[in-house]
């Protein structure tokens, strides 16, 4: 079984800071993919990458995933308080069950 | 948007009884999931379901669980017999195909609580 490790636990920052969330592997992914989760709600996808090296973008997330498909980054720039929430990493190997990454809490503060 | 619906949002349930869990997945979709988190701790995989049959399981969907698709909108999770670790949230999820880039859609969960 893929074990992922998000780093770090926890983030608190102020509106306007940058910051980067990591998810590890020990192995490779053949693909990953970003959820945001909000209290009593269920995962929401932010985006899917599937080639090592690949760079997505989507408003002010920036989403990287590493040469050897073992890592990813979510870099948020200027961040708001919108973007409080927990950030998962998922993997889905060669099945089609996601595995997921322990998560990022970031909270966001005026 | 289409979404994931799950009900009921709440479950409160004595230890031993059973429950059953409700999911309307997005209609056009023909994969089907089980997730839960327990309070604390990160999303796990219990079960895919394609073609009114299982088609993966984790070692936690043990023979207390089941599923069924009773008819065409919805989706089941039966536990038989709750135990107390058995709290947590139950998130349901669909996707148009299987392959690993095709997005999973999930509904908000059902909390359930065993007292």
């Known amino acids: 079984t893929q074990l992922l490790e998000q780093s770090p636990q926890f983030l608190s920052i102020q509106e306007g800071e940058n910051l980067t969330v990591y998810c590890n592997s020990s192995?490779?992914?053949?693909?990953l993919q970003w959820y945001r989760q909000e209290p009593g709600e269920g995962p929401v996808l932010l985006v899917t990458?599937?080639?090592?090296?690949e760079v997505k973008k989507l408003k002010r997330l920036t989403f990287q995933f590493g040469d050897a498909r073992k890592d990813s980054s979510l870099h948020i720039t200027a961040a708001q308080p919108g973007d409080t929430g927990l950030y998962l990493c998922?993997?889905?190997?060669?099945?089609?069950?996601?595995?997921f990454g322990t998560g990022t809490r970031l909270q966001v503060t005026l | 948007e289409p979404e994931v619906t799950q009900t009921p949002s709440h479950q409160v349930t004595q230890m031993g009884q059973e429950v059953i869990l409700r999911c309307v997945p997005i209609?056009?979709?023909?994969?089907f999931y089980w997730y839960r988190q327990i309070l604390g701790q990160k999303v796990e995989f219990l079960v895919s379901?394609?073609?009114?049959?299982?088609?993966?399981k984790s070692e936690i969907f043990d023979d207390q669980f089941s599923v069924e698709r009773p008819d065409g909108s919805n989706f089941t999770l039966k536990i038989r017999s709750t135990k107390l670790e058995d709290s947590a949230m139950y998130f349901c999820?669909?996707?148009?195909?299987?392959?690993?880039?095709?997005?999973?859609?999930f509904g908000d969960g059902t909390r359930l609580s065993i007292l």
């Open positions: 999820a669909s996707s148009e195909g299987r392959q690993g880039t095709q997005p999973q859609h």
């Open positions: 192995s490779v992914f053949s693909s």
């Open positions: 998922a993997s889905t190997g060669t099945a089609s069950k996601l595995t």
């Open positions: 379901f394609y073609n009114n049959e299982i088609s993966e």
């Open positions: 209609s056009n979709h023909l994969y």
């Open positions: 990458v599937v080639t090592g090296g």
